[in-house]
């Protein structure tokens, strides 16, 4: 048995970093990538149309991309299908752009074919698979061990061939607060994959869609996006401000609120505090661990978070920023 491979922490915080290898710039670096959403939103259509702009070099919504050769899998289609879907998103594509629609399941050769295909290929550098269910087989594996088995083996070979691999995939009907947890399956296709993508419409006929987009190597943003004439479209992207809110509990927000109706600097209990800001549904401790935990948060936005412990009881201390220097309304109930 081989030795354990072991470097020295010591020598690894002293080297310079490897930058990220993009196939789309900010957005799709190599590796292993999941990209999912619910039949029939669009998923193929964007696939499709990334292919077009990485074999020719073309920016994709403004953003660069690496020219190179590309191998699309469009599993659930016929190439008439495919070829009206050219047509409608192009007028010419580029020779280093490669389709089948046939391909033997993991283990049973799809590994060893896309491997063969990119050593023969040495350009090509983006594979899509669409889709990822059609490669599977049935397993007696648990579900966890299976999807991290199945696309563990799709990540592997595109590390190994210095390749970024696009699996397409589907989302549960089940709404969550987190749309990273719609992808179908478990957590073993998402934990590991070096990006997922979700794309979700409001419904099927709607014409814009949001893009969540989080991973390794990619810091996670939405992207806002619109179907026009078959073509997805970016019109937009939410803010980090608006982003970073969202996981901002509600008592987060009511004490900012509270505190921005002229208040200046406020101390009293926990219970005071959820008395004057109208908090309800969390209990004393929830409440100051929410408050501590977002006090960063809190401070961004103006408000200074202070605790101490007294005779009383815990005396918490809320000051605007701005009147710091002690003056300004205060709101001090009895204690």
Known sequence: MAALDVRLASDLIQEPPVEADWIIEDLLPLGGHVVAGPPKCGK?????????????????WGFATKKCGVLYLCLEDTYERVKKRLWALSDVASERFFLSNAAPCLGEGLVEQIGGFLNENPDVRLVIVDTFQKVRRPSSDSLYAADYRDFGALKKLADEHAACLVAVHHTRKQADSDVMNTVSGTNGITGSADSTWVLSRPNRGAADATLSITGRDVR?????????????????????????????????????????????????????????????????????????????????????????????????????????SGEGNEGKPSI
């Open 44 to 60: 193929s259509w964007l696939c499709l149309s990334i292919g077009l702009a990485v074999s020719s070099g073309s920016p994709f």
């Open 220 to 324: 996670f943003q939405e992207l806002k996006l619109r179907l026009k004439d078959c073509i997805w479209e970016l019109v937009g992207k939410t803010s980090e401000e608006e982003l970073e809110e969202r996981d901002v509990p509600d008592c987060v927000m009511r004490t900012l609120d509270f505190m921005s109706r002229g208040v200046s600097i406020w101390q009293g209990t926990m219970s005071n505090l959820m008395e004057a800001a109208g908090i309800e549904g969390v209990t004393v401790p929830v409440l100051g661990k929410h408050l501590a935990q977002n006090s960063g948060f809190m401070l961004s936005r103006g408000v200074r978070y202070a605790k101490k412990h007294t005779s009383a009881g815990q005396l918490v201390t809320l000051r605007r920023i701005e009147d710091e």
